[in-house]
């Protein structure tokens, strides 16, 4: 089975770091494009960047340029988002997603709150 | 960056009712290449649609897209339970890509 599958949920004090994981399975994970997506609280879809894992190519959103860092890691077919210093407006669901022909397998999300 | 439009923001229809969702993209969308999602409470999106008019990996034919350019529309016929959503737009032809507001599709 085709799937990605994220780290657990974080809670975070404001200017905390962070790094959150989506692992790949089932497929050949370094051949294809991952999204990162951000889901704030009770709002809409907006994608923060992509990487190709086999090389790391890296585009980010201009919204989310110098605000993250995305990352892979082929030899273990996993991707990452990070944060070097979180602000409560970090607070959101995080979803990784392959992309082929749009976003067509998902993980699970990744719920990160971040509070004082 | 390519801005999509989604309307209406809201939709309210009754079971076996035919939906018709629209999304407008600020420039023309080469290849066609806009997906629709959907996305239940608590859940991650789901594909339904790519390439603006073909359907994901087990998505029932009661669902179809359409459009060219900058006009696309998801069509649902037969509007079932399990239906009643948030429906997303989103296009994929070149970083970065952006969704849509979503349209909220709730039972009448």
């Known amino acids: 089975e085709e799937q990605l599958v994220q780290s657990g949920a974080e809670v975070k004090k404001p200017g905390e770091s962070l790094k959150i994981s989506c692992k790949g399975s089932g497929y050949s994970f370094n051949s294809h494009w991952v999204a990162w997506v951000r889901q704030m609280p009770g709002k809409g879809l907006e994608c923060m960047g992509i990487i190709f894992p086999g090389d790391s190519d890296t585009m980010y959103s201009p919204s989310f340029q110098g605000q993250v860092s995305i990352s892979a890691d082929k030899s273990i077919s996993t991707a990452y988002l990070q944060w070097s210093s979180l602000k409560a407006s970090d607070t959101a669901m995080y979803y990784c997603?392959?992309?082929?022909?749009?976003?067509?397998?998902w993980g699970q999300g990744t719920t990160v709150t971040v509070s004082s | 960056e390519i801005v999509l439009t989604q309307s209406p923001g809201t939709l309210s229809l009754s079971p076996g009712e035919r939906a018709t969702l629209s999304c407008r993209a600020s420039q023309s969308l080469s290849n066609n290449n806009l997906a629709w999602y959907q996305q239940k409470p608590g859940q991650a999106p789901r594909l339904l649609i790519y390439?603006?008019?073909s359907r994901a990996t087990g998505i029932p034919d009661r669902f179809s897209g359409s459009g060219s350019g900058t006009d696309f529309t998801l069509t649902i016929t037969r509007l079932e339970p399990e239906d009643f959503a948030v429906y997303y737009c989103?296009?994929?032809?070149?970083?970065?890509?952006?969704f849509g507001q979503g349209t909220r599709l709730e039972i009448k």
């Open positions: 390439g603006a008019s």
């Open positions: 997603a392959r992309l082929q022909g749009g976003m067509d397998v």
């Open positions: 989103q296009h994929y032809g070149g970083s970065p890509y952006t």
